[in-house]
Protein backbone atom coordinates (compact mmCIF):
# COMPACT_ATOMS: atom_id res chain seq x y z
CA UNK A 1 0.00 0.00 0.00
CA UNK A 2 1.65 3.30 -0.76
CA UNK A 3 2.82 5.22 -3.86
CA UNK A 4 6.15 5.02 -4.66
CA UNK A 5 8.05 8.53 -5.09
CA UNK A 6 11.84 10.01 -5.49
CA UNK A 7 11.46 9.89 -1.27
CA UNK A 8 10.74 6.04 -1.33
CA UNK A 9 7.33 4.32 -0.51
CA UNK A 10 4.64 5.73 1.69
CA UNK A 11 5.19 4.27 5.42
CA UNK A 12 2.19 2.68 7.07
CA UNK A 13 2.89 2.11 10.79
CA UNK A 14 0.42 -0.16 12.42
CA UNK A 15 0.26 0.38 16.61
CA UNK A 16 -0.48 -2.15 19.33
CA UNK A 17 -3.32 0.20 21.32
CA UNK A 18 -3.72 3.00 18.74
CA UNK A 19 -4.27 4.54 15.52
CA UNK A 20 -2.60 3.59 12.04
CA UNK A 21 0.37 6.54 11.60
CA UNK A 22 0.71 7.16 7.77
CA UNK A 23 4.07 8.94 6.57
CA UNK A 24 3.69 11.93 4.42
CA UNK A 25 0.87 13.66 2.62
CA UNK A 26 -2.56 10.92 2.68
CA UNK A 27 -6.23 10.85 1.00
CA UNK A 28 -8.74 8.76 2.51
CA UNK A 29 -11.71 7.31 1.12
CA UNK A 30 -14.32 6.96 3.38
CA UNK A 31 -17.20 4.12 2.69
CA UNK A 32 -19.52 7.38 1.20
CA UNK A 33 -17.08 8.05 -1.65
CA UNK A 34 -16.17 11.19 0.10
CA UNK A 35 -12.49 12.00 0.34
CA UNK A 36 -10.55 14.01 2.79
CA UNK A 37 -6.38 15.23 2.68
CA UNK A 38 -4.11 15.14 5.34
CA UNK A 39 -1.17 17.34 4.48
CA UNK A 40 0.60 16.62 8.00
CA UNK A 41 4.16 14.97 8.20
CA UNK A 42 2.37 11.78 9.64
CA UNK A 43 -1.36 11.53 9.95
CA UNK A 44 -3.21 9.07 12.42
CA UNK A 45 -5.93 7.24 11.07
CA UNK A 46 -8.52 5.94 14.05
CA UNK A 47 -9.10 1.94 14.22
CA UNK A 48 -11.39 2.26 17.62
CA UNK A 49 -13.93 3.97 15.52
CA UNK A 50 -13.95 6.59 19.33
CA UNK A 51 -12.84 9.37 17.27
CA UNK A 52 -15.01 12.28 16.79
CA UNK A 53 -13.02 13.57 14.05
CA UNK A 54 -13.33 10.50 11.68
CA UNK A 55 -11.04 9.31 9.85
CA UNK A 56 -8.47 11.03 11.69
CA UNK A 57 -7.23 9.83 15.01
CA UNK A 58 -8.37 12.12 18.54
CA UNK A 59 -6.79 10.07 21.11
CA UNK A 60 -10.40 8.66 22.11
CA UNK A 61 -8.93 5.33 22.68
CA UNK A 62 -6.95 6.25 25.32
CA UNK A 63 -10.10 6.14 27.31
CA UNK A 64 -11.04 2.48 25.91
CA UNK A 65 -11.02 0.00 28.99
CA UNK A 66 -8.95 -2.87 27.56
CA UNK A 67 -10.77 -6.59 28.32
CA UNK A 68 -8.96 -8.72 30.03
CA UNK A 69 -8.31 -12.09 28.58
CA UNK A 70 -10.82 -14.95 30.47
CA UNK A 71 -8.38 -17.28 30.36
Do not use: I, K, N, W
Request: proline fraction near 11%; charge should be positive; hydrophobic fraction near 25%.
Amino acid sequence: MGRETGAGPTRVRLTDDGPVLVTGPVEVELPDGTRVTSRRPVTALCTCRRTRRPPFCDTSHRTRVRQEDPT
